[in-house]
Structures are given as C-alpha cells and as structure tokens.
C-alpha cells in the first residue's frame, strides 16, 4: 500500500522524550490507563452501592432495587449525551486529540469527589452524571486515537487486550470498593479513586500523537527510510492514493457509493449518511446489547448476592470475580479471532453461546436452604464464570465491525469523507454502548422485581439468540477479504484497485 507523508523542514527542537512518548505501545497503554481509570471508579461503587442507599441514605430495601438501576442508568444516560459531542469536537480538532481527552479527565475527577462528599441521591445522580459524561469522551476518543495508532487491521487484537486490560478494572474494583467500604468506609473507597486518577493525568499528558510526533521525526530522516521508522496513522494510507480517484474506477466498491449530501446537516457530519448501512446498523446493535447485558449483571449481581446469599459488601464484591476473570483471559484470545476469521463467526458464536448460559442462570434457586447454600452458591459461581465467557466473545466485535465499514465508504467516498471520522463514528458507537447501559439496568431491574430473577436471565437468552440471526444475516467478514489481498498481494499478479476489494459485506 503506498503511504503518504508531509516532510516539514526545519521544524523546532523536538518535546523532550519525542519518540517513547509517541510509541504506539505508549499510546496503546495511556488509553488503555484512561478506559481502566473510568471502568474502575464506575466497578468501585457497584457492589457499594446497596450499602450506602441503606446506611447512609437510610433508604427502605423495597426502594433500593429501582435507585441503583436509576443510578447506573443515569451514568449511561450521561455517557450517550457526551459521545456524540466528544466524537464531533474531537473530528474538528485534527491537531491533536490531547486537549478533549484530558477534558474528560476533569470531569472524572469532579464525578470522584462528589461521590466521596454525596449524602443524598440528587448529590450521587449529579456525580455519576458526570462520570458518564466522563466514560463517553474516554472511550470515543480513545479508540479513535487506537485506530489512527494502530490501523483497522490490527484493531481486533488491540481492542480485545484493551478489553482485557479493562477487565481487569472489573475484576478488582467491585471486590476492592467492598473491602474497602467494609474497612474504612467512604474515605478508602474514593481515595484509591483518586489516585488512579492522578495516574491517569500523567499518562494523558505525556502522550504525544503520531500525527503531532511525525514532522519532528521525519526531519531528520531521508524519505525513502521514514516509512519503516513511523507507522503511519490509519488515514494516512488511503487518503492521498484514491484523491485523484472516482469511485467508478473502483468496481468492487460501488455498493459503499453515496450521494453527495444535500443538506446542512449531512454536509456538516457525513457519517450520518452511513446510517442507512445495514453493516453499520448491526455493528452498533451488537455493542448496544452486549452492553445492555453488563448492565444487566451490575444491576442485579449484588442484589442477588445480598438478599438470596446474605453476603456483604466484600463478597457481593467477589462474585464478579468470575465474570471479570473470563473476560480477561479470553479477551485477547477471541480479539486475534475477529483479526483472523473476521466479525461474523465470532459474533455469531458469541450470541450463540450466551443463550444457553444465560438460560441456565435459572437454576440456582432464590432460597436456598442452609445444607444446599454451599453448593447453590458454587453453581451460581460457575454460571457466572461461563457468561464471563461469552462476554469476552463478542468484546471486539462492534466496534470492529463498525471500523470496517466506515473504512470502506471512505474508500469509496473520498471527496466526502477527506478524512476518516472514527472519533464521530465510535462517538456513535459510544452512545449505542451507552443507550445499552442504560437500558440494561432498567429492564433488568424492572423484570426482576415482576417475573424474577432467572425468568429476567430467560429473556436476555432469548434477546441473544435474536441478535446472533442479525449477525448472521448481516455482519460482514473482513478478514476473508484482507487474506484474499494479501494472497494476491504475494503473487503480484493483481492491481492496487483488486486489492482494495469490498466483498466482505452483503450489497445494499
């Protein structure tokens, strides 16, 4: 693939420590430090918050169910406000991402200390509203700057370790906001916050882009050696090479050709022309309902763990252990999957794999008598365990799926799309994501208190199975396609137009 870069001459002396700061394992790390930041102060207060509706609030228990989904669902509520606005303030400061990102670093810390000070639920709504407006603006940049960093084709596996890495936010938060809520009360719990706060500062205000990095790194350097010493960002390697292009010199991408917009506002954000891609569509549907189902299990875990258990805040705390662990280990696992076999298997045979599991959730009884409470326990455990596991399947896919898309309609597209818009495409994806959250609490919530706790399990299964159909149905498989251009690629034999083949995704 022929990339395009801007030599700048005489550019001034390069920012101190230039080339760790801009490595793409620098970057890689300081969003993975800013997604585990937002994941584990949201985890911290999840298995906490039972405790301090009923202490220090003074909540009746018939009341504490629908607060905490309304406190989670406010958070998501939050987040899918802000994506959207992150994603296009991000797209329209093509310089640097840096200023928007820390951005999202002060409303986390306001969200933090009014946690730490909240003594009545208008107090806890306004701090987790801020902590969702927070989450959005992470995560939509975030994964722009991981796309620029390193490209679609790699996003599978980095995604999946990103995952993972969050996971591991997962894993500990809600076990550590137990202990440290049974321990020391408020002050442990959102003094641990902090300073993962403060790391995180540091770490956003080191990074240095790759966009920002390259004309400091190209001066000194011979055309002809800078393409092996910087990887280029994402939108880089395409841009230039179809500018002179029309798309009918690109046969196999007609299907992503789109009218000029024609009005203001699709003239403004073009990415919503791409709306009307059923690819696109389900990419985001697949985030939305993996998303309502984390926000289903943070809904109902510690309730289940509190009123059917009798446990405390610690081992409320523990039983996301299961959860988060599979996640972790099988995380980068099934990333290198969708990399490798593309979004429609893996996607398909996650959703798959949830409906039984889910289902089985059905098992482990609401009272369980003091003989069989070891066991009833142990089995719940291990269902839990196994939907860790379907959760880590399906991590990677939507926004991959979504990434692919957009890629191909900007191929198709350039004098639309001069550059990719991936911050508004995941800021898209981020509120999809968020809609998910908040839908996931409440009709969790809701189900639980009307039909109960595994007839609410039954009815995810059966949401599940409907999304694997979708998937099945729509979503493409990129992988095939880039082992076929790389095939072609080693022969020789076929131009640069046969090798930038669309086939994946079905024609609409």
């Known amino acids: 693939m022929i990339k395009s870069t801007v030599f700048t001459k005489n550019v001034a002396d390069p920012p101190l420590g230039l080339k760790w700061r801009s490595h793409t394992i620098f970057i890689v790390c300081t969003v993975g430090i800013g997604t585990f930041t937002d994941m584990f102060l949201y985890g911290l207060i999840v298995p906490v918050l039972p405790f301090i509706l009923k202490d220090h609030i003074h909540l009746p228990s018939s009341t504490i169910q629908s607060q905490i989904s309304n406190l989670l669902a406010i958070y998501a509520a939050a987040s899918m406000l802000a994506s959207p606005m992150a994603g296009i303030l991000a797209d329209r400061m093509l310089s640097s991402r840096q200023l928007p990102f820390l951005l999202g670093l002060v409303l986390l810390l306001c969200s933090t200390l009014l946690l730490a000070i909240g003594r009545s639920i208008p107090v806890l709504a306004l701090a987790r509203f801020l902590q969702g407006a927070s989450g959005g603006t992470v995560w939509t940049i975030g994964l722009a700057l991981l796309t620029e960093t390193v490209g679609q084709e790699n996003l599978g596996k980095t ?43 540091i770490m956003r205000l080191l990074m240095i882009e790759k966009k920002v990095a390259a004309p400091y790194l190209f001066s000194d350097q011979n055309p002809s050696e800078s393409s092996d010493s910087l990887e280029p960002h994402a939108s880089t390697e395409w841009t230039p090479l179809l500018s002179n292009r029309s798309p009918e010199t690109l046969p196999e991408l007609s299907p992503y050709h789109l009218e000029p917009p024609k009005n203001r506002l699709t003239k403004t954000l073009p990415i919503l022309l791409l709306l009307c891609s059923p690819s696109l569509l389900t990419g985001l549907f697949l985030g939305l309902i993996q998303a309502t189902l984390l926000g289903a299990f943070d809904a109902t875990v510690p309730l289940v763990a509190s009123q059917r258990y009798s446990f405390d805040s610690l081992r409320a705390g523990l039983l996301f252990l299961p959860l988060s662990l599979s996640d972790f280990l099988f995380g980068p696992v099934f990333g290198w999957a969708v990399d490798r076999w593309g979004t429609k298997p893996v996607a398909v045979a996650g959703f798959t794999f949830l409906v039984p599991v889910l289902t089985l959730l059905r098992i482990p009884v609401d009272n369980p008598s003091d003989a069989e409470m070891g066991h009833q326990i142990a089995l719940y455990v291990s269902l839990l365990a196994l939907n860790g596991i379907g959760l880590a399947i399906i991590n990677s896919t939507s926004i991959v799926e979504c990434g692919s898309v957009l890629e191909k309609y900007c191929k198709a597209n350039p004098k639309i799309f001069a550059e990719p818009p991936y911050a508004q495409l995941y800021g898209l994806n981020s509120m999809v994501w968020s809609l998910g959250l908040t839908v996931g609490p409440l009709m969790s919530g809701n189900l639980r208190e009307k039909v109960g706790y595994g007839d609410m399990n039954a009815v995810m299964a059966g949401v599940c199975a409907g999304t694997a159909v979708l998937a099945m149905m729509f979503v493409g498989n990129r992988a095939e396609v880039t082992r076929e251009g790389k095939d072609r690629e080693g022969r020789g034999g076929d131009s640069e137009e046969q090798r930038l083949s669309c086939r994946g995704d079905p024609p609409f």
Not at 160 to 189: E, R, W
């Open 159 to 201: 995604i999946g370790t990103i995952f993972s890495f969050v996971s591991v936010a997962g894993l500990f938060s809600p076990i550590v906001g137990g202990l440290l809520y049974a321990k020391t009360g408020y002050t442990g719990v959102f003094g641990i916050g902090a300073a993962f706060v403060v790391l995180d500062f």
